[in-house]
Nanobody
């Protein structure tokens, strides 16, 4: 499975941005997908996850109420809508996929996409 992330860039604090991740390759199985981020000098951290059916989602406390995650199974794509962005949201965001929804939340990832940089200016 290959994951291609897109949508990063520069945004002012309080603004919005949407990241997308398209999966290709052996996607015939059911995969949960999610997003992680890594800020400069910090470890990679969990941001959000969505189950393969889209019925379940999970968010880090730091983004709850501001970020939403949605999936388009027909297009093997997942989106991360980020609203009310803060400077502390600045990071490289990574798309992830795994057969286990809980595994993504726990950080056990089978497939990683390349990162996309999100910079939030104050």
């Amino acid at each position: 499975v290959q994951l291609q992330a897109s949508g990063g860039g520069l945004v002012q604090a309080g603004g919005s941005m949407r990241l997308s991740c398209a999966a290709s390759g052996r996607t015939s199985g059911t995969y949960a997908m999610g997003w992680f981020r890594q800020a400069p000098g910090k470890e990679r951290e969990f941001v959000a996850a969505i189950s393969s059916t889209g019925a379940s989602t999970n968010f880090a406390n730091s983004v709850k109420g501001r970020f939403t995650i949605t999936g388009d199974n027909a297009k093997n794509t997942v989106h991360l809508q980020m609203n009310s962005l803060k400077p502390e949201d600045t990071a490289v965001y990574y798309c992830a996929a795994d057969r286990g929804y809980s595994r993504i939340i726990e950080g056990h990832i089978d497939y990683w996409g390349q990162g996309t940089l999100v910079t939030v200016s104050s």
